[in-house]
């Protein structure tokens, strides 16, 4: 089953937008991930927040996390056209020597010239 | 370049056959994990290893066989291939398994049809 659902599914904006997505989860984490997935090609990581931050930067990202309502936020300021992706949110639960990634359906974002 | 190969990156397979997909890392990760993405939904973890001669199951194993014979290497085995694993295949490998973490690194992927 998905552990992370991310909302909007898809999201449309113009260049030079912010653009907001969001996810949430159902159990307890170590950590959540951001990845990207350009059409046809494998995921690759943004950043990383650990269950004791609430916030983190990193350029042009900004990724809050709220372990109480179990949700994370990714925003993007300042769109360009190369961000047109889809963005998925992954939570990661530490059990034993387990170590397993847990992906949500993602959000596909078109950033329009 | 560092990163995940995988092989091959398309493969048409009747139902039946069997095939064995293949993923290379050269970053000296320890886990290593593969995935299937189908249309609409997020990858789902098939199975996954903590080491070498390790291996164990993940979300949705069945009609897939692994092996971790070296640690740069993780094999996927499907041995009677059905339509229903027309899907795409991600191998991605992390480092390391205590310790600070990190994000996984992906292969760029393989498209399999059963027909």
């Known amino acids: 089953s998905q552990q992370g659902e991310e909302d909007p599914q898809a999201l449309s904006i113009q260049e030079g937008e912010n653009a907001t997505m969001n996810c949430s989860y159902k159990?307890?984490?170590?950590?959540l991930q951001w990845y990207r997935q350009n059409s046809g090609r494998g995921l690759v990581h943004l950043i990383l927040?650990?269950?004791?931050?609430r916030e983190k930067h990193s350029g042009r990202l900004r990724v809050t996390l709220d372990t109480s309502k179990k949700s994370s936020s990714l925003l993007i300021t300042a769109s360009r056209a190369a961000d047109t992706a889809s963005y998925f949110c992954?939570?990661?639960?530490?059990?034993?020597?387990?170590?397993?990634?847990?992906f949500g359906s993602g959000t596909q974002l078109t950033v329009l010239p | 370049n560092a990163g995940v190969t995988q092989t091959p990156k398309f493969r048409v397979l009747k139902t039946g056959q069997s095939m064995t997909l293949l993923c290379a890392q050269d970053?000296?990760?320890?886990?290593m994990y593969w995935y299937r993405q189908d249309p609409g939904m997020g990858l789902r973890l098939i199975h996954y290893?903590?080491?070498?001669?390790?291996?164990a199951k993940g979300e949705v194993p069945d009609g897939y066989n692994v092996s971790r014979l070296k640690k740069q290497n993780f094999l996927l085995g499907l041995e009677s291939a059905a339509p229903s694993q027309t899907s795409v295949y991600f191998c991605?490998?992390?480092?390391?398994?205590?310790?600070?973490?990190?994000?996984?690194?992906f292969g760029s992927g393989t498209r399999l049809t059963v027909v």
């Open positions: 991605a490998s992390s480092y390391p398994p205590a310790g600070p973490d990190y994000g996984y690194t």
């Open positions: 159990t307890s984490i170590n950590n």
């Open positions: 927040i650990r269950s004791n931050e």
């Open positions: 992954a939570t990661v639960l530490f059990s034993g020597s387990a170590r397993q990634l847990t």
């Open positions: 970053m000296n990760h320890e886990y």
């Open positions: 290893s903590v080491g070498e001669g390790t291996t």
